[in-house]
């Protein structure tokens, strides 16, 4: 957690209301980020986005300093989707995959590698909306938040073992539809280069 974090967190736990605009604007675009992966639809997503700032700052005085701020806050988001979800008795859509390999794995991520990176970003980015819901989430933290397998595991109640299976899991339902989606050719060169 950055001390500037805490400073804030100080400044609304002794009175200072305004002091919590500080981290929603510092948060806000990642929080939306993670509950339109869970949600897949954008106004609920804004409704939990804003349920977890105002569940936040009611529990603000509840916060240990013992994870950083961001995981703390990644964590109620990820709570607060799953309890919608519960809510609409949406069932989380099980993706069917090949099995593929470790070796597979690491194929496609270097023909990510081949990529340009706006390109590769942009491929990665629409093919994670694709994936279920809990996949999406925890591909999100750890691509674009360089989040720890600690880190996560906090964020979403699970051991950092369980966080490895689940993050190959999902790097595996995320290279079957990178497959279908990039040129066959870089990934063919790829599996020749390897041979």
């Not at 400073?7 to 981290?23: M, P, R």
């Not at 964020?155 to 339902?173: A, D, Q």
Request: glycine share 2%; aromatic share 10%; net charge negative.
């Amino acid at each position: 957690m950055t001390t500037n974090d805490q400073h804030y967190i100080n400044l609304i736990i002794d009175g200072d209301t305004n002091a919590f605009e500080v981290l929603v604007e510092r948060y806000k675009d990642l929080v939306f980020t993670l509950t339109l992966r869970m949600l897949k639809n954008r106004e609920e997503a804004e409704e939990v986005a804003q349920d977890t700032f105002i569940k936040a700052y009611k529990s603000l005085n509840r916060f240990k300093g013992d994870s950083k701020f961001s995981t703390w806050i990644y964590k109620i988001a990820y709570n607060t989707s799953l309890d919608r979800l519960k809510k609409n008795k949406k069932h989380f859509n099980d993706v069917a995959i090949d099995e593929f390999t470790e070796h597979q794995v690491k194929t496609i991520d270097n023909a990510l590698d081949h990529l340009e990176n706006k390109e590769r970003e942009q491929s990665i980015q629409e093919c994670i909306t694709l994936l279920p819901s809990d996949d999406s989430f925890l591909l999100t933290l750890y691509y674009y938040e360089d989040q720890s397998l600690e880190e996560i595991s906090k964020t979403m109640g699970l051991t950092p073992n369980n966080v490895k299976v689940k993050l190959f899991r999902s790097r595996k339902k995320l290279a079957t539809i990178l497959r279908e989606r990039l040129e066959p050719e870089i990934i063919g060169h790829y599996e020749r280069e390897r041979r």
